[in-house]
C-alpha cells in the first residue's frame, strides 16, 4: 500500500462513473505485462514529481480497458505508472531489482525463471518472479531481500523495490524527451509468464535463507569495521610518520647552517650513525635525509639511501662513500 492507503475499486478520474475505451492505446507492451504477471486484480499508483495518488484496484479486464486513461495521466498530467498486487497479503509476484543489466539467464539457471523483465531507464531493470503460491508480504519481502543479496543487487533487506513500472508509458525519470516530444517508452523486455520451478524450495525455506543472509551481511559489517580501522590507524601512523620526519629534516638541516658541502656530509653520517644507536628507524631516517639533502638535488634519495645503508647494513661507523664530489 501507498502511505498506508487502502486500495479501491474506482475510476482513475475521480468524479467519472467508467473509464475510457481501450481503442485508442497502442502499444500492447502494458497488456503482455499484466497478463505475464498472472494476477486477477492489480493496483495501479500514479506519481509526479510533487504528487503521489491513491492505489486503484482494479480487475485485470477493467484495467485493460481504461489503458487510454492511464495514457492521459502519464503524458498529459505527467504521471509515471506503477503496478503491484492489491491483496498484500494474497498473491505470489515478488519483484527484484533494480539492477544494471537483466539476469535472466543466472535465475534461469537456478530454477528462479523470471515472469516478466522490465527496462525502464539507463542502469534500471525490474524483474518479476511468480512464486506458484499465495504467500503472506512478509515472506514474499524476504525471498525478494535474499534473491537481492545472493545476485548482488545492490539494495538493503526489507528496502527493496514495492512497486514496479508498467511497461509501454513514457518515463521522465532518465531521458530527456526524444525530437518528436515524446520520452522513451518502458520497455518490456521478457513477458513469459513463467512459474518459477524451483518458487515453492523458495517458500519453504525461507526463515534458513533469511538468516543465512543475516548472517553473512554481519559478516561483512564485521569485516568492513576492521578493515576501517585498520585504514584509519595506518593514516594515523602515516600522519605522526610524516611529522617526526618533517621535524628530524627541520634539525638537520639547522645543523647544515654555515657548514660547507663536505662539511654537511660529515654531518650526515654523524647524524645517520647517532640515530642508528639510538634504534630510530631506518625508512625514518632515509626520509628525513632525503628533505634535509637538497644540496643533492635530484640524487637526494640515492644519497640518502646508500648513507643510511653503510651504517644500518654493516653495523658501523665506516664513512659511506660520497654519491657526488663535495
Known sequence: MIRGTTPRRAS???????????????NRDAERHLKALGLSTYALTFTGLLYRGPCHAMPLSELLDGLDEVARRNKKAFQHVFIHGADDDDHD??????????????LKAAGYDPAAVVHVGPGH??????????????????????????????????????FGYLAGFECRAYEES??????????LLEATGAVASRGRTLIETVEELDAEMRAAIECDLLEDIEAERAIAEAEEASREFDEHVAKCAAVWLGYYQGQ?????????????????EHDVPRDLVVEALTRAATRKGSRARAYAEATVAAVYDLGSDDPSPDLEPS
Not at 93 to 106: I, K
Not at 179 to 185: A, E, S, V
Open 125 to 162: 531493470v525490474e524483474t518479476w518472479l511468480r512464486l506458484g503460491e499465495s504467500v503472506p508480504r512478509a515472506t514474499r519481502q524476504s525471498i525478494a531481500a535474499y534473491l537481492n543479496w545472493a545476485y548482488g543487487v545492490s539494495v538493503l533487506p526489507k528496502q527493496g523495490l514495492k
Open 12 to 26: 482513475m478520474n475521480e468524479g467519472d462513473a467508467s473509464m475510457a475505451s481501450r481503442a485508442k492505446f497502442q
Open 93 to 106: 509476484l515478488v519483484l527484484l531489482g533494480p539492477t544494471q543489466e537483466p539476469f535472466t539467464d543466472e
Open 178 to 187: 526524444l525530437r518528436n516530444g515524446h520520452y522513451p517508452r518502458i520497455k
Open 260 to 276: 660547507g658541502l663536505h662539511a654537511c656530509n660529515e654531518i650526515d653520517r654523524t647524524e645517520v650513525q647517532a640515530a642508528f
